[in-house]
């Protein structure tokens, strides 16, 4: 399959599972993992697709709901300072060791977007944790995004919810906000770094765009349970691909 095909194809199942139960990033980053390669290309180019889909969701959250940057303002911004230092801390590591992070970290990731709900009706109400630990918790989840990325968006909901005690969907605009700052700031970084491939991040986030607006008409409590399966087989064929090349560099 010519490449450009294989990044709009894979874009817009992405983006259609994605929009209808989450982990989109689980399939963009190792595709560009095999496209380009493993690390900081890889990552830097998966930030033009991140951008994308968290500014269109913030937008369409934007018109139901209104900003309140007040309460959650010093996660947002400890957020982008995270991204920051993750997205120069990433060139540093190897790059074979990306191999690796993507097969230990996508089950993880896979596990959390899977349950999610669960963190969302652990809290019932009690007092807002202080500053610093709010500011600790963005930048360390910032950190993550911009360093490695898959599963960032939905732990900065889940830090909203714990940390600024928000309701689900004022978390939800503002982790879609926080999420478009981590990875605008990540896209320039990697960008001036030399890391970012335009045409293949645009490529690929045109699919990513087109299937989440699939996905929005398709959404239903019906559709997630076929589409979770379908995430899980697709999550383990490119771990698999990715482990198997991770073997073959060594």
Request: proline share 4%; charged share 10%.
């Amino acid at each position: 399959m010519p490449t450009e095909l294989l990044l709009i194809f894979a874009g817009l199942v992405a983006g259609t599972i994605d929009s209808i139960a989450g982990g989109g990033g689980l399939i963009t980053l190792p595709v560009l993992s095999t496209v380009l390669e493993a690390g900081p290309h890889a990552i830097g180019t998966n930030k033009i697709v991140g951008t994308t889909g968290a500014l269109i969701a913030f937008l369409v959250y934007l018109k139901k709901q209104p900003l309140n940057l007040r309460k959650g303002l010093s996660f947002v911004l400890a957020v982008g300072v995270g991204a920051l230092l993750g997205s120069l801390c990433s060139p540093l590591l190897p790059k074979i060791y990306f191999r690796y992070l993507l097969v230990a970290a996508c089950p993880m990731v896979l596990w959390v977007i899977w349950n999610k709900q669960v963190f969302f009706n652990e809290w019932k109400g009690h007092g807002r944790r202080s500053l610093a630990a709010l500011i600790l918790a963005g930048a360390a989840v910032g950190f993550y995004d911009g360093f490695f990325g898959p599963g960032g968006g939905t732990f900065m909901l889940i830090g909203l919810i714990w940390g600024v005690r928000l309701p689900l969907f004022e978390a939800l605009l503002l982790s879609k906000l926080a999420n478009t700052l981590s990875a605008g700031v990540s896209l320039v970084s990697y960008g001036f770094q030399g890391f970012v491939h335009p045409r293949f991040g645009i490529i690929m986030a045109i699919g990513m765009v087109s299937g989440g607006y699939l996905g929005a008409r398709l959404a239903s409590k019906r559709a997630e349970k076929v589409v979770q399966p379908v995430l899980v087989l697709v999550v383990s064929i490119l771990m698999m691909v990715q482990l198997a090349e991770a073997l073959h560099s060594r």
